[in-house]
């Protein structure tokens, strides 16, 4: 899901993401319009060396557009929940012992305005504190490229000032389990970002970027903006670990309080964790199982390959072994012919020579 005020890129910022178009409408602010944020599902499908990946891209338009902050809220929260109340409901239904269609929302990427300002906008600490523990919420610095890098530095250390001080949990720094993977993408955050529609020419290779005339801005150069690491977090690294995040903490919440609604004492959910925990183990084992059948059946087929190198080695060496000894007797056959035909030649000359020396005598 992207969410941010418009005018902010995010249409841009996705077609670059992806590759893809995605239908951008931008239409005047209107404050006093009533009209809610409209929550707009786009689903696309992702091949890369032969594996397919279906991807939701919600787009939000509309938010940031009214001075009532519940209509630009309202409807986000409704469409996230509305995600988790389908997935409980297939968990309860027979779907539970099939492959469950995973609506949820696993990754919030929050625009944030290149004010560079000394402080967040009201409506970013509020939003960002309601849905912080709701889903998954990552931070970026949209047009991080109208910032000098000395302005957009020190707007991070500002964002992250303001989260510390509102308690906003943002991803991957509230629920990593491994510090040391992700030291690295701290770093970054929150990500200065940029997108561009346009290829420009740089040194012969056509790149996405920004032509200004100071010079070009290059999307994927990392001193330019830190869309490679989002890309990298989003798409490769993390995007695994955004789902089992989703499922163990933010889904997890929600399950729990709709339980809780129902009047089932905490023992129901005490049994429920229990359940999960032992789900959670026994899944763990069949992949230690299934990891330690794989490494024995590669360490058995290594072994087979050795032996048959070693067979195939060593008949080789026997047949290059036999083949010498045919070339040692056809080159002592060889010796023995040229012999034979010296001695020959030798007996010939020395008849012809005797007769010769018989007709003289005569």
């Known amino acids: 899901m992207v969410v941010g005020e418009s005018g902010l890129g995010k249409t841009t910022f996705m077609n670059t993401l992806f590759n893809a178009p995605l239908t951008d409408t931008i239409a005047p602010k209107n404050l006093t319009s009533k009209k809610t944020v409209d929550v707009s599902p786009t689903t696309f499908e992702l091949t890369e060396d032969g594996v397919s990946l279906h991807l939701t891209i919600v787009d939000t338009p509309g938010f940031g557009d009214q001075l009532n902050r519940e209509l630009n809220f309202e409807p986000i929260v409704q469409y996230i929940d509305k995600q988790y109340d389908k997935y409980l409901q297939a968990e309860r239904s027979s779907e539970m012992r099939r492959n469950i269609l995973d609506s949820r929302v696993h990754a919030l990427l929050y625009f944030i305005s290149p004010s560079g300002g000394e402080s967040l906008k009201e409506l970013d600490i509020d939003f960002l504190q309601r849905l912080c523990t709701k889903v998954n919420v990552i931070p970026v610095i949209a047009k991080s490229d109208t910032l000098t890098p000395e302005e957009l530095t020190s707007f991070k250390k500002v964002i992250l000032k303001e989260f510390e001080h509102h308690d906003i949990r943002v991803y991957p720094t509230a629920h990593a389990e491994d510090r040391e993977n992700i030291v690295d993408l701290e770093r970054y955050m929150p990500f200065g970002v940029m997108g561009s529609d346009t290829l420009v020419e740089i040194s012969g290779k056509k790149v996405r970027g920004r032509i200004y005339r100071w010079g070009v801005v290059e999307v994927e150069n990392e001193k330019h903006s830190d869309f490679v690491h989002l890309r990298e977090l989003l798409i490769r690294t993390n995007l695994q670990d955004l789902i089992e995040t989703t499922h163990t903490v933010h889904y997890a919440q929600y399950r729990a309080s709709k339980i809780r609604t129902k009047g089932r004492p905490d023992s129901f959910l005490a049994c429920d964790d229990l359940y999960d925990s032992r789900v959670e183990n026994a899944r763990r084992y069949h992949a230690e199982d299934m990891q330690k059948r794989e490494d024995e059946m590669r360490q058995m087929f290594v072994q087979k390959v050795r032996e048959k190198e070693a067979e195939l080695r060593e008949r080789e060496e026997s047949l290059n072994s ?41």
């Open 322 to 362: 036999k083949r010498q000894q045919l070339m040692e007797e056809l080159e002592r056959m060889r010796r023995q012919i040229q012999n034979e035909e010296a001695s020959f030649e030798d007996a010939v000359y020395r008849f012809g020579f005797s007769l010769l020396i018989f007709f003289l005598i005569e």
